[in-house]
């Protein structure tokens, strides 16, 4: 896989059951991030599985936009992954990857941009953001910084 076209880490006080309940629930990760809102998991799912699909919703000031993400990681305590599309064309690929590294719990939160030229084009005017590699990069420090708060409260 090549480099990810975005990435942080962040030492947590917790471990990797408790972060990762966290972070394979797509209703907390939209309480964790500026751009994405809120899901609803699709075919009578209940829960994060491999190929699972939820839509999600985001919004960047006055646009609304939905997604439909396809799980493809669902590794208890270990790593939370989802392929993202809209309108048919791929998006993204998200991924979270937890660690126990002594008293700590490492989370490394990860994405790669799939979308062709056209389409990136096509998605800035619908979502307002004309640089995503440095959009996700802010979103995922902010996110990061919510979830460490949030875990060790």
Request: proline share 4%.
């Amino acid at each position: 896989m090549p480099a990810p076209s975005a990435s942080g880490r962040v030492e947590v006080n917790a471990s990797p059951a408790q972060v990762y309940a966290l972070v394979s629930d797509p209703g907390v990760l939209a309480e964790l991030s500026d751009e994405y809102t809120g899901y609803r998991w699709l075919g009578g799912a209940s829960g994060p599985a491999v190929g699972v699909r939820f839509r999600g919703s985001n919004k960047n000031g006055f646009r609304r936009w939905s997604t439909l993400s396809t799980v493809t990681d669902a590794d208890e305590g270990t790593r939370f992954a989802f392929d993202v599309r809209s309108f048919g064309q791929p998006v993204a690929r998200w991924q979270y990857d937890i660690a126990q590294d002594g008293d700590v719990c490492v989370v490394t939160e990860r994405t790669w941009e799939r979308r062709s030229r056209w389409f990136r084009t096509v998605s800035s005017f619908a979502t307002g953001v004309w640089r995503r590699d440095e959009s996700n990069q802010a979103s995922i420090d902010e996110t990061l910084r919510r979830l460490k708060a949030k875990v060790e409260r």
